[in-house]
Antibody, heavy 121, light 108 residues
Framework: EVQLVESGGGLVQPGGSLRLSCTAS????????LHWVRQAPGKGLVWVSL????????SYADSVKGRFTISRDNAENTLYLHMNSLRAEDTAVYYC???????????????WGQGTMVTVS | EIVLRQSPGTLSLSPGERATLSCRAS???????LAWYQQKPGQAPRLLIY???SRAAGIPDRFSGSGSGTDFTLTISRLEPEDFAVFYC?????????FGQGTKLEIK
């Protein structure tokens, strides 16, 4: 089964740090662009970051640029989001998601994890 | 940044009826890189439509997408009880990728 499973969420104080992980199975992880998307409680979806298949080209939303770092370990089939200088407004469920086609920059997100909750308080 | 505005905010319909959801972009979405997702409470979003009009794998044919440029539509031809949820449009043609604010489809 093709799936993504996030972990690492929790309660953290403002200014603190957290590392989220997203472990993939059922597909060739290294072929795909991957994304982080977040959703504050009761709110809509917000794109956070993306990384290309070999990890050489990350991109970020302005709201997290300079504070968050996306990375991946293709040998371990794992995507990461390192979050520093956390703020109350970063409180959200964080989803990892896969671009639909291999080696394709612009594509819809066809596989999503179940999400991990991050609370900054 | 491309801003996506969805309308209506809430749509109240009965099973068997037709649903029409709108997504308008602040500037043209390149190459029709527009997707639609369905999200139920406590669940991750599910991809329904990509490329403005192509159904994702396993999506019933009662779901259809149309549009180009700045105006896009998701149509559900005959609502089933399991279709009631929140729907989001999403443009992935230019960074930063953006989502609409969502349309809640509720049972009347």
């Amino acid at each position: 089964e093709v799936q993504l499973v996030e972990s690492g969420g929790g309660l953290v104080q403002p200014g603190g740090s957290l590392r989220l992980s997203c472990t993939a199975s059922g597909f060739t992880f290294s072929y795909y662009w991957l994304h982080w998307v977040r959703q504050a409680p009761g709110k809509g979806l917000v794109w956070v970051s993306l990384i290309n298949s070999d990890g050489s080209s990350p991109s970020y939303a302005d709201s997290v640029k300079g504070r968050f770092t996306i990375s991946r370990d293709n040998a371990e089939n794992t995507l990461y989001l390192h979050m520093n200088s956390l703020r109350a407004e970063d409180t959200a469920v964080y989803y990892c998601a896969r671009g639909r086609r291999a080696y394709t920059i612009q594509d819809a997100f066809d596989i999503w994890g179940q999400g991990t909750m991050v609370t900054v308080s | 940044e491309i801003v996506l505005r969805q309308s209506p905010g809430t749509l109240s319909l009965s099973p068997g009826e037709r649903a029409t959801l709108s997504c308008r972009a602040s500037q043209s979405v390149s190459s029709g890189y527009l997707a639609w997702y369905q999200q139920k409470p406590g669940q991750a979003p599910r991809l329904l439509i990509y490329g403005a009009s192509s159904r994702a794998a396993g999506i019933p044919d009662r779901f259809s997408g149309s549009g180009s440029g700045t105006d896009f539509t998701l149509t559900i031809s005959r609502l089933e009880p399991e279709d009631f949820a929140v729907f989001y449009c999403h443009q992935y043609g230019s960074s930063p990728y953006t989502f609409g604010q969502g349309t809640k489809l509720e049972i009347k």
